[in-house]
C-alpha cells in the first residue's frame, strides 16, 4: 500500500507516468504484493485455498450481507495487473491508451482501498484512510496547477 500510495502521489504531482523511478518503485510494489499475497495465504490460512476462499466468504459477509469468497481471486487479479502495469511502465514502455491507464489505477486503488480501508482493522485501517487522503491531496494539487496553466497564470 505504501508502494502504490508513494507511486501514485509522484504521478499525480509530476504527471508523469513512466519514469525510471516509478519503474522501480511499481516492480518493488508488485513483488511485495506478490510476497504480502503467498505469506497471508500460508499465515493465516495454512496455505488452503479453500479455507482462504471460506475466510473471505464469512468477512463479507459480515460487511455487506453477501457470502461471497471471490475477493481472494480479485487479490491475485489485483498482483497481476500491477506486474502488467508495472512492465508498461518500465522494460516495455508501451503507450496505453488513456482509457487503459485510467481502469488499470481505478482497479488498483479501488482493490488498495478496499483492502487497507473497508477490510481492515484498527491501524491498519487509519493508515489506509491517511493514504487515500494523500492520494486525493496529491491529485488535486495536480489538477489545481493544470487548470492554471491551461488558464495562462
Do not use: C, P
Not at 513483488?31 to 468477512?59: D, K, P, V, W
Amino acid at each position: 500500500m505504501a508502494v502504490l500510495a508513494l507511486g501514485y502521489t509522484i504521478q499525480f504531482r509530476t504527471g508523469v507516468r513512466n519514469s525510471d523511478l516509478l519503474a522501480v518503485l511499481w516492480g518493488f510494489g508488485a513483488a511485495f504484493a506478490t510476497f504480502h499475497t503467498a505469506t497471508a495465504l500460508h499465515a493465516f490460512h495454512a496455505g488452503s485455498l479453500n479455507e482462504a476462499i471460506e475466510s473471505t466468504a464469512r468477512r463479507t459477509e459480515e460487511l455487506f450481507g453477501v457470502r461471497v469468497g471471490g475477493g481472494v481471486y480479485v487479490n491475485y487479479l489485483f498482483v497481476a495487473v500491477w506486474w502488467m502495469d508495472t512492465l508498461w511502465r518500465g522494460r516495455i514502455r508501451a503507450t496505453k491508451h488513456r482509457t487503459t491507464e485510467i481502469a488499470i489505477d481505478f482497479f488498483l486503488i479501488l482493490i488498495a482501498f478496499f483492502g487497507a480501508i473497508v477490510f481492515a482493522n484498527g491501524t491498519i485501517r487509519y493508515l489506509g484512510i491517511g493514504t487515500i487522503a494523500l492520494w486525493i491531496w496529491a491529485y488535486r494539487k495536480k489538477t489545481a496547477s493544470m487548470n492554471r496553466l491551461t488558464a495562462g497564470e
